[in-house]
């Protein structure tokens, strides 16, 4: 792996103690996300709040956790440890090194838009949905997987070529 931006935070590795960690997570959430509001692009980004699970909105929940059904998501610590990268990507959109595109998915509301920022260098993508006036802040993960690589740069290169 290449050597990381100065301006990403360093990781928060887990000590041992869940309890006491998801809460240091949930700090750097709290301050990137909710007091104060993240901007792009001139626009707020907003979160999924419900359903509400141990006084935490439904999008840290998301972040955190990895798996197909929310109700059985499990604690995801290379997530947890990148908590700090989110707001960092998204401030420095403007780096060389965080791919930005756009892309048009099907989702539970139908077709929609999206906002990929990826650092390729380190093997992280931030996702957020367009919506009218605002970003949803949608998910973020870590791209480590050659065929995930694989389909994040031919995507991301197909969108520049068609929007020059």
Known sequence: MVSAPDWLPDLLPFQGNWPTYVEEVFAIFESDFITPRAVFRGEEIRLRWMPVFNGKPSAFWHLVQEGQIEEDRTPDLRRCE???????????????RVKVWENERTGAKGRERS?????????FLVVLGKRNGYYLLVTAYQTNRDHT????????ESYVAANP
């Open 149 to 156: 690589r694989r389909k994040l740069r031919q995507e991301y």
């Open 115 to 123: 906002v990929l920022l990826w650092l390729e260098e380190q093997d």
């Open 82 to 96: 990148r908590i700090g990268w989110l707001r960092a990507i998204i401030d420095n959109a403007g780096d060389d």
